[in-house]
């Protein structure tokens, strides 16, 4: 046996493939439903959209202390333990969401729900993503991230599929998303536990910062997930005001979505492979020229074959800038990856938070065609700051 298929046969393949398996369930539960589906359930129970800000809001916060505390609870609880406990707090978020209007209980509610099944997401991610990417092959990181988030891109192309078929009335859809979570624990059962981290390897955040900011691939996964988060936020929360105005109707626009869902999905491997063999700068600057381009073909043509080709091609290169900056966390020659996942997918999410608000201002001060004219200026800042020195 040669040594090059002696190493290939070291590598964990039964835990990888487990691990996937479970980002994939996990995420249609977790992100598809109740970050797509249930804000739709939601307005079916008369709340307005203020309160369905809010309630969008409190998803995305509630992720914040779920990222933060993962690496610790990963070392203190272990990872598997994490991931379950992400889980579980995911599907008593949707028992909770069902139980609210029963219990005839103020809207209010809705956010505590939010934010608890924010916080199971935010476990869930930093708990699994680490582990999957340290036992990986490292020549090949960048492809399996590009892969794995493929795999969980497919939750808001699969989610509203299942929506259509089920309905969102009721709380059928609810229960849709508390068994694809649950089901996420048959392929945990099967990953092998992650080895323990040694001592000398345990650092706190102050030290591990310290380590990671003189890396340059570090900075910039750091600027792709701050461009990134805002990119998609608000891109995914206002781009129905955006198609309304172009004459587009409900049905027009969600087949739209269904474009830049399916783009994300499709996508990630090839950017993948790009930041393997040209660096994740090259496959950066890439990504942030491709939506300059595509949000100003946006903004300026209004036909309806190009609105869906580029969508999908939006898509893509949007979701990309998450793979990219988690591709740079796993790259990172620090030996805490699990801190730097964290920290570049909490930027991710703070930026999330501050895109719908810059460009909903925007458009609010002008015309919904800003919302296309704030991803393309995003855009240029990205490919400004990456290719300066």
């Known amino acids: 046996m040669s040594r090059t298929t002696q190493a290939h046969s070291a590598y964990d393949w039964r835990t990888i493939t487990a691990l996937n398996a479970v980002s994939t369930l996990a995420q249609i539960g977790q992100f598809g439903i109740i970050f797509v589906i249930v804000p739709v359930w939601l307005a079916l129970q008369g709340l307005s959209a203020a309160q369905l800000g809010f309630f969008a809001a409190s998803l995305w916060m509630g992720q914040m202390p779920g990222l933060g505390l993962a690496p610790w609870l990963c070392r203190h609880w272990g990872a598997r333990t994490v991931v379950v406990v992400g889980l579980a707090g995911s599907v008593v978020a949707l028992l909770g969401i069902a139980w609210v209007p029963m219990a005839s209980l103020p809207w209010q509610a809705y956010l505590a729900c939010g934010l608890l099944a924010g916080l199971g997401m935010g476990l869930r991610w930093v708990g699994l993503e680490p582990w999957l990417y340290n036992?990986?092959?490292a020549h090949a990181r960048g492809r399996l991230v590009g892969f794995h988030e493929t795999l969980i891109a497919a939750a808001p192309v699969v989610a509203p599929a299942i929506a259509a078929w089920v309905g969102v009335q009721g709380h059928t859809i609810l229960w849709v998303g508390v068994g694809f979570t649950v089901s996420a624990l048959v392929p945990l059962a099967l990953a092998r536990t992650p080895p323990v981290e040694e001592a000398h390897e345990v650092n706190s955040w102050p030290q591990s910062a310290r380590a990671a900011w003189p890396h340059h691939i570090f900075r910039q996964g750091l600027l792709i997930a701050?461009?990134?988060?805002?990119?998609?936020?608000?891109?995914?929360g206002l781009f129905a005001v955006f198609a309304g105005d172009r004459g587009f109707e409900a049905e027009g626009i969600a087949h739209l979505l269904t474009a830049f869902g399916l783009g994300g999905l499709l996508l990630q491997y090839p950017v993948g492979w790009m930041a393997d063999h040209w660096g994740l700068r090259a496959a950066g600057v890439l990504a942030a020229l491709g939506t300059v381009l595509a949000a100003a073909l946006l903004a300026c043509v209004t036909g309806v074959t190009v609105?869906?080709?580029?969508?999908?091609?939006?898509?893509?290169?949007?979701?990309?800038?998450l793979t990219l900056a988690l591709i740079a966390a796993t790259k990172t020659p620090t030996p805490d990856m699990a801190w730097n996942v964290s920290s570049l997918s909490m930027a991710y999410s703070l930026s999330a938070v501050v895109g719908p608000v810059v460009a909903g201002g925007a458009m609010t001060a002008t015309s919904s065609v800003a919302l296309m004219w704030f991803a393309a200026a995003v855009g240029v800042v990205m490919v400004g700051l990456l290719l300066k020195k």
């Open 135 to 137: 036992i990986a092959p």
């Open 226 to 236: 701050l461009c990134g988060g805002m990119l998609e936020s608000a891109l995914a």
């Open 307 to 321: 609105a869906f080709a580029t969508m999908f091609v939006l898509g893509g290169l949007i979701t990309a800038f």
